[in-house]
T-cell receptor, first 111, second 114 residues
Framework: KQEVTQIPAALSVPEGENLVLNCSFT??????LQWFRQDPGKGLTSLLL?????REQTSGRLNASLDKSSGRSTLYIAASQPGDSATYLC??????????FGKGTTLSVSS | ETGVTQTPRHLVMGMTNKKSLKCEQH?????MYWYKQSAKKPLELMFV???????ENNSVPSRFSPECPNSSHLFLHLHTLQPEDSALYLC?????????????FGPGTRLTVL
């Protein structure tokens, strides 16, 4: 059974720092991996999707990498801002349909 | 705004009530999903519909009944719920099964069962 783990569970940084969020999964037979952002009480916003054949994806200050063989993904956030404060969720798609989520990393960026 | 809307945004109901959650997507997608997000737990898949056919039912109790009348609309009918069913219910849509199956989520319905 696929399990997704995100470390750390919470992270506090001062504005301007570069940071890395980690995601690991137990079964490397995945179709893709998605990173989402969730603001308190809100739905999920898709940040990046990495297909199983890809190694990384970039969008603005965000860069996500995927190492399928070791079951790991990282989300790199450059020059963090207070507006980046949110919970970041990692999810893997094993069957091309439904996602299996980690519990998330709650990020707080102070000004 | 993701192109996926959900109503109502908040719902309080008693254990004997019957209510329905509604989801609508304006993205031309073929697949729709219901997820449940409880405190301290990861998001859990409840139901998947592809081209209006249910393709996955993740062992959800029968007090939750989904309905997908067309590819743009998805309902979750609620009946005789328990307090532990209180959670954020999220709807999502995507183009359909495949390696580039990016899912887009609605804002959710916050459900409280008294």
């Amino acid at each position: 059974k696929q399990e997704v783990t995100q470390i750390p569970a919470a992270l506090s940084v001062p504005e301007g720092e570069n940071l890395v969020l980690n995601c690991s999964f137990t079964d490397s037979a995945i179709y893709n991996l998605q990173w989402f952002r969730q603001d308190p009480g809100k739905g999920l916003t898709s940040l990046l999707l990495i297909q199983s054949s890809q190694r990384e994806q970039t969008s603005g200050r965000l860069n996500a990498s995927l190492d399928k063989s070791s079951g790991r993904s990282t989300l790199y956030i450059a020059a963090s801002q207070p507006g980046d404060s949110a919970t970041y969720l990692c999810a893997v798609d094993q069957a091309g349909t439904a996602l299996i989520f980690g519990k998330g990393t709650t990020l707080s960026v102070s000004s | 705004e993701t192109g996926v809307t959900q109503t109502p945004r908040h719902l309080v109901m008693g254990m004997t009530n019957k209510k329905s959650l509604k989801c609508e997507q304006h993205l031309g997608h073929n697949a729709m999903y219901w997820y449940k997000q409880s405190a301290k737990k990861p998001l859990e898949l409840m139901f998947v519909y592809s081209l209006e056919e249910r393709v996955e039912n993740n062992s959800v109790p029968s007090r939750f009944s989904p309905e997908c009348p067309n590819s743009s609309h998805l309902f979750l009918h609620l009946h005789t719920l328990q307090p532990e069913d209180s959670a954020l219910y999220l709807c999502a849509s995507s183009q359909g099964p495949g390696s580039y199956n990016e899912q887009f989520f609605g804002p959710g319905t916050r459900l409280t069962v008294l």
